[in-house]
């Protein structure tokens, strides 16, 4: 059992920064992969980044390359997604998400793959 509590949502202006944290607990959080996804109103859930457990290089993949970076701290068992230059067409509800049984060097885009989310933080920029 994982649980995931997602943190530092809120308004911000159209240019801006922030950066989201996840909290995981409940299991050796190195050896899983996580992910970031946003679901805006009317829209379907989609993703965002993905990192991997552990390794070498622990950097899996990124929808959002140019303004988005995902990075975790094993140590702190948080991940986080920092988010530079905001648009309001980012304006959505994000949410973090954890496989833990496909091991610490695997990761994934698709959203079905994942087994745990948390309850997810609101995102609103405005323009």
């Known amino acids: 059992q994982v649980q995931l509590v997602e943190s530092g949502g809120g308004l911000v202006q159209a240019g801006g920064s922030l950066r989201l944290s996840c909290a995981a607990s409940?299991?050796?959080?190195?050896?899983?992969?996580m992910g970031w996804f946003r679901q805006a109103p009317g829209k379907e859930r989609e993703f965002v980044a993905a990192?991997?457990?552990?390794?070498?290089?622990?950097y899996c993949t990124n929808s959002v390359k140019d303004r988005f970076t995902i990075s975790r701290d094993n140590a702190k068992n948080t991940v986080y997604l920092q988010m530079n230059s905001l648009k309001p067409e980012d304006t959505a509800v994000y949410y973090c998400?954890?496989?833990?049984?496909?091991?610490?060097?695997?990761?994934?885009?698709?959203?079905?793959?994942?087994?745990?989310w948390g309850q997810g933080t609101q995102v609103t920029v405005s323009s």
């Open positions: 998400a954890a496989q833990i049984f496909y091991g610490s060097s695997w990761c994934s885009r698709n959203s079905f793959e994942y087994d745990y």
């Open positions: 409940g299991r050796t959080f190195s050896s899983y992969a």
């Open positions: 990192i991997r457990g552990s390794g070498g290089s622990t």
